[in-house]
């Protein structure tokens, strides 16, 4: 019996999975909620090539395993290549908005149950839900101003009561801290991240944002985007490194904890 071929020129985007069939040579693109039902990572996933006339089976694999706020902007060198620099923007502030949202995950909900003894997956997913109806509504500047309270506060909870006790207090409109406050906290949170903070503070992108989607309907240049994304990158990765919040799994954390 003949193995099933693997695809040819496999890449993985947020939304999709795209690979050339090894029999006809067209290229196949697996929406990841429609085509593949899923969106964990494809390390081995068998396949049938998308076009009626081919139809036959193949594999996938290689598949990125970067958080969605890494595939969000990496999709944007795909829109620059099509020329689609709106969509870039729009790209770009929400990948800001989900690695606000995984830094919340991470430092309320992740650490707190790996460290936790009974790991009560139940309580876990309640204060998700919890975490979810507190930030739903919020929009860009609040969640921004969220995120950089929560990471001047060095108070970070040791247990998801502690964590559920926080989010409760949330406030509805969250003030955005001052410039010497985020200073002031430097001598806790390192100077390396109170130099990022500010600058995602006067981070132009959620500006230029709301001209792409406002009623202007603006449409930006290459130079323009291309200004963006680089601010987006020099902020987001060392940011992500330093806050030690990577890839969103429960299962990571408890492998760090042993």
């Known amino acids: 019996m003949n193995a099933i071929p693997q695809g040819k ?3 993985g985007t947020y939304e999709n999975f795209i690979a050339r069939c090894p ?6 693109i697996f929406n990841r909620a429609s085509d593949l039902n899923g969106f964990a990572p494809i ?3 068998e396949v049938s090539c998308l076009f009626s006339d081919c139809s036959k089976p193949f594999s996938l694999s290689g598949d990125s395993i970067n958080s969605a706020y890494e595939m969000i902007i990496f999709d944007c060198y795909e829109l620059l ?5 709106a969509y870039c923007i729009l790209n770009l502030a929400q990948a800001f908005e989900v690695f606000f949202s ?4 991470v430092e309320l909900l992740y650490k707190p149950f790996a460290v936790e003894s009974d790991k009560d997956i139940d309580f876990l997913n309640e204060l998700m839900g919890l975490l979810y109806r507190k930030t739903e509504r919020l929009s860009f500047d609040l969640m921004k101003n969220l995120f950089l309270s929560r990471v001047l506060d060095v108070g970070q909870p040791k247990s ?3 964590a559920e006790s926080i989010m409760n207090q949330f406030p509805d409109k969250p003030s955005c801290p001052s410039d010497e406050a985020i200073s002031t906290a430097g001598v806790s949170i390192g100077v390396r991240i109170t130099e990022l ?5 006067s981070c132009k992108v959620p500006q230029k944002r ?10 930006p240049t290459l130079a323009e985007v291309n200004d963006s994304l680089k601010e987006t990158r020099e902020i987001l990765f060392p940011l992500a490194r330093a806050l030690d919040v990577h890839i969103d799994e429960v299962n990571w954390y408890m492998r760090q904890t042993g």
């Not at 995984?102 to 995950?105: G, M, V």
């Not at 903070?197 to 503070?201: D, I, Q, S, T």
């Open 23 to 28: 029999w006809c040579g067209q290229e196949n």
């Open 43 to 45: 390390s081995h996933r």
């Open 160 to 162: 998801l009561r502690e």
């Open 9 to 11: 020129d496999m890449k």
């Open 197 to 201: 903070l500010l600058r995602l503070k």
């Open 102 to 105: 995984q830094y919340l995950r």
């Open 81 to 85: 290549q099509r020329k689609h620099y």
């Open 210 to 219: 709301n001209q792409v989607v406002h009623k202007r309907a603006y449409r």
